[in-house]
T-cell receptor
């Protein structure tokens, strides 16, 4: 069974640009969560989608947004990029949105802002 | 709201020695608990999970963890460290009854294994 696939793996952007990251969950998984990982802040939750609906949202500005498609694939978008947005962005999928369902992670997209 | 603390941002052990990584949680309801491992340039891999069944949970790669409600702990252990265990380990808590998933991860513990 294929795991969680994130594209692209690496991305370099400049301040003020916008970026879209993609995540394909494990087949049959309907919940997708996004995290930002940095050395200083660790793993921070961005949002979770289930059946094309955002169920939870972390404490990030509105520049960070996401969506989920009917095939459960998800994208996240960051607009007006800032230097502090440089991070590893991780996507995790889960069978459903229940609290006891483990999350399975992709290898992430490393975003660098120049 | 739930939270996780991991005592020791960096732990070093000798190959063959016991591995003990500490995790303490805070939750207003009996939680679900998870341990993940992250190797360089990779995502997080699930090691084991506690979802209110047996308090001693066995995971992959010889790791196990014990849920102790009285101590609000979920420490990760492995009897004998191997060089390939060198990685970063994250403890996570999830509270039942929430609308949607809301995992809270600890800050992580970097494990070094010395030859």
């Amino acid at each position: 069974k294929a795991g969680v696939t994130q594209t692209p793996r690496y991305l370099i952007k400049t301040r003020g640009q916008q970026v879209t990251l993609s995540c394909s969950p494990i087949s049959g998984h309907r919940s997708v969560s996004w995290y930002q990982q940095t050395p200083g802040q660790g793993l921070q939750f961005l949002f979770e989608y289930f059946s094309e609906t955002q169920r939870n949202k972390g404490n990030f500005p509105g520049r960070f947004s996401g969506r989920q498609f009917s095939n459960s694939r998800s994208e996240m978008n960051v607009s007006t990029l800032e230097l502090g947005d440089s991070a590893l962005y991780l996507c995790a999928s889960s069978l459903d949105s229940a609290s006891n369902q483990p999350q399975h992670f992709g290898d992430g997209t490393r975003l660098s802002i120049l | 709201a739930q939270s996780v603390t991991q005592l020791g941002s960096h732990v070093s052990v000798s190959e063959g020695a016991l591995v003990l990584l500490r995790c303490n949680y805070s939750s207003s309801v009996p939680p679900y608990l998870f341990w993940y491992v992250q190797y360089p340039n990779q995502g997080l891999q699930l090691l084991l999970k506690y979802t209110s069944a047996a308090t001693l949970v066995k995971g992959i790669n010889g790791f196990e963890a014990e849920f102790k409600k009285s101590e609000t702990s979920f420490h990760l252990t492995k009897p004998s460290a191997h060089m390939s265990d060198a990685a970063e380990y994250f403890c996570a808590v999830s509270a039942p009854g929430n609308y949607g998933q809301n995992f809270v991860f600890g800050p992580g513990t970097r494990l070094s294994v010395l030859p």
